[in-house]
């Protein structure tokens, strides 16, 4: 999710990367035409799916990709990857490693490193363009989602509040207690992306930002709710009534950050 975008950018800035003479986002990096590499969405298909579909945990996914072409065959197996894929278990120390420093960053930060400056901003690119998808299937903005563009811009704009106050309670020393009350906000202001009755047709997953898309396998589904209402089930009243659950949620994602900044 884009809260953590930045601590896996610099975590990878600290980790060599095997026969490459960079690090880990140095390559990754090369491999993107020397741009910031893109950090993807979660969808499903691993162990962070109950954690962050249903139960809105911030979460990340680290991993790397081979060219053995090998998926869960019947020679996936150690001497396999101890022959073939990975002589020397190179990458995968990396990998651990890479993981290794995201678990003792996050678990020795005074206040947990999640930028919801970030993860508004990019909700409001979300909005933008399923306003303009509709618009161009329905003629007009079906949904009426101005209210919740705006909602995410005040949401980003309590997210560089409460940064704000993090870094001046860093500065200042500030008690541990302090620091208990804004990670609380964090922690907060998450949990209020969830949609409690779950998604259309499928109240497990309960996340209104993303979720695993109907016909994608493992792939990304954005705004979920009103996507999988308005453009899978055609069903526009039930689409209006998960827009004013998206936007209520994003206006209480905001509210929760504003009291401790």
Request: glycine share 10%; aromatic share 12%; proline share 5%.
């Amino acid at each position: 999710m884009p809260s953590l975008d930045d601590v896996v950018y610099d975590t990878t800035k600290e980790i060599a990367w095997p026969g490459t003479g960079r690090t880990i986002y140095g390559d990754w990096s090369a491999d993107n035409g020397g741009k910031v590499p893109p950090v993807g969405r979660l969808g499903s298909g691993s162990d962070y799916t109950a954690f962050f579909d249903r139960f809105g945990v911030p979460s990340v996914n680290i991993g790397a990709s081979t060219d053995s072409g090998n998926y869960h065959c019947s020679c996936d197996n150690f001497y396999m990857e101890d022959h073939f894929i990975d002589p020397g278990w190179k990458y995968h120390a990396a990998m651990a490693q890479e993981v290794g420093v995201v678990t003792m960053r996050m678990a020795g930060a005074d206040v947990p490193e999640l930028d919801y400056g970030s993860y508004a901003a990019e909700v409001v690119t979300y909005l933008t363009a399923f306003q303009q998808r509709e618009t161009q299937v329905y003629g007009t903005d079906v949904l009426g989602l101005s209210r919740d563009i705006a909602a995410a811009k005040s949401w980003q704009s309590a997210a560089g509040g409460i940064q704000a106050a993090i870094d001046r309670q860093l500065a200042a020393g500030a008690p541990p207690a302090r620091f208990a009350v804004l990670t609380r906000a964090l922690v907060a202001s998450e949990h209020q992306l969830l949609a409690a009755q779950g998604l259309p047709k499928r109240p497990w997953f309960r996340n209104q930002l993303y979720a695993p898309g109907i016909n994608a396998g493992y792939g990304t589904q954005k705004l979920p709710g009103i996507n999988d209402a308005l453009f899978e089930y055609h069903d526009t009243t039930q689409a209006k009534a998960y827009e004013l659950s998206l936007y209520a949620s994003l206006r209480r994602a905001a509210a929760v950050l504003d009291p401790v900044t």
